[in-house]
């Protein structure tokens, strides 16, 4: 909960984001979730049990760098442990979690369903839609967005899929940044449209968010509260651009 103080000196806290249901989850399932990807390289049962059967991913953030992940059916293909990502990556964590203190903070996401490990994996929380979802307004609806992952295909420092059963790639930017992705790679491209289409379609690679909205209940000011990572995807925009969705049109 988001806390500040208004001129009258009371308490002013955000609104609670619509169409989300996230609960804690104990320290025994972090401790769980940190074996299942960096003692055993297996799906997390954690996330299994929100999301059954779903391909899951990994985003984490340590003060080291970052380590990403996929999970498409039992195995991870970690950016950590990939002899072609690893010096690109973080080093793995520990799965006792004795060097827990390097995270910042990480993402294990599946289409349906995330769970949110904080700093220092001392606390975790789980993050899925409520069942009540279909009865908000469309103004406060979760909707679906996708951003485009940066990269280069061009000259001896190009981004490239790096091929396997699990995707991987390495995105190199021209800033020199370089990152590993967990999926295969799609340059950036504005493709013909297809026959009968009536306008070219946007290629890529691409992260999928859902965002969360809320309303103040003082100002009806209505605003994103929150935002679960959904997919990682390469081929066209998996969802419309800002402004083309039924929730903004509805208000044209």
């Known amino acids: 909960m988001i806390t500040s103080p208004t001129p009258d000196g009371g308490i002013w806290e955000a ?15 972090v401790a769980a979730l940190l074996g299942d990807l960096f003692g055993h390289g297996r ?19 340590l003060g ?12 991870w293909r970690l950016s950590c442990d990939d002899p072609q990502t690893a010096r690109l990556s973080a080093p793995p964590l520990d799965p006792g979690g004795a060097d827990a203190w390097r995270l910042l903070g990480a993402a294990v996401f599946s289409p349906s369903a ?13 993050t899925r839609d409520s069942a009540d979802i279909g009865e908000l307004p469309p103004w406060l609806r979760p909707r679906d967005r996708s951003f ?11 981004s490239r899929d790096l091929g396997g059963d699990i995707p991987f790639s390495i995105g190199r930017e021209l800033s020199g940044a370089t990152a590993c992705h967990p999926v295969n790679w799609h340059d950036f491209d504005i493709a013909a449209p297809p026959e009968g289409a009536s306008a070219a379609a946007t290629v890529g690679t691409w992260v ?20 679960r990572l959904t997919e990682y995807r390469a081929g066209p925009k998996p969802t419309p651009p800002i402004g083309l969705d039924a929730a903004d049109d509805a208000h044209r």
Do not use: K
């Open 15 to 29: 609104p609670e984001p619509r169409g989300a249901h996230t609960r804690p989850l104990g320290p025994e399932t």
């Open 43 to 61: 799906r997390s049962s954690a996330l299994e049990a929100q999301a059954p059967g779903e391909p899951q991913w990994l985003l984490a953030e």
């Open 64 to 75: 080291d760098g970052r380590i990403t992940g996929a999970c498409p059916r039992g195995a």
């Open 114 to 126: 995330q769970i949110h490990i904080g700093e220092g994996a001392e606390e975790a929380w789980a």
């Open 148 to 158: 485009l992952l940066a990269g280069w295909h061009a000259g001896p420092r190009s």
């Open 208 to 227: 999928s968010v859902r965002e969360y909205w809320a309303e103040d209940p003082e100002t009806g000011a209505v605003g994103v509260a929150f935002h």
